[in-house]
C-alpha cells in the first residue's frame, strides 16, 4: 500500500512558478512510474508529465518547456517544477504512482494562476 500527498500548490501571477512534490509512505516507490495529472473544472483529468523509474520522461504538449517533472528516489518524492504558468494551467494537480499492477492517487493541490 503506497500513500500519496501533494504539496506546494497555490496562487500565482501569469508568467510565475510553483514547484509541486508529491510524497509517498510505503515501500517500492523506487519501483514505481509517477506522474502528474491535472483537472480543471468542467475538464476531463489529463496527464502532465510522467517518469519512469529509470528517469525518462514525458510530457504533454502544453507542458513541454515549461515544466519539468523530476524524482528523488532516496526520499521516496517526486516533483514537478512549473514556470512560465498561465491562466489555462489553473487545476488540481494530482500525482499517481503506477506499477506492479497497482496504481495510486494522492488527493491532490490546488494550482490557480490569475492576476
Known amino acids: 500500500q503506497v500513500q500519496l500527498v501533494e504539496s506546494g500548490g497555490g496562487l500565482v501571477q501569469p508568467g510565475g512558478s510553483l514547484r509541486l512534490s508529491c510524497v509517498a509512505s510505503g515501500s517500492g516507490f523506487s519501483m514505481y512510474v509517477m506522474g502528474w495529472y491535472r483537472q480543471a473544472p468542467g475538464k476531463q483529468r489529463e496527464l502532465v508529465a510522467y517518469?519512469?523509474?529509470?528517469?525518462?520522461?514525458n510530457y504533454a504538449d502544453s507542458a513541454k518547456g515549461r515544466f519539468t517533472i523530476s524524482r528523488d528516489n532516496a526520499k521516496n518524492t517526486a516533483y514537478l517544477q512549473m514556470n512560465s504558468l498561465k491562466p489555462e494551467d489553473t487545476a488540481v494537480y494530482s500525482c499517481?504512482?503506477?506499477?506492479?499492477?497497482?496504481?495510486?492517487w494522492g488527493q491532490g493541490t490546488q494550482v490557480t494562476v490569475s492576476s
Open positions: 499517481n504512482a503506477g506499477g506492479m499492477g497497482h496504481t495510486y
Open positions: 517518469i519512469t523509474r529509470v528517469g525518462n520522461t
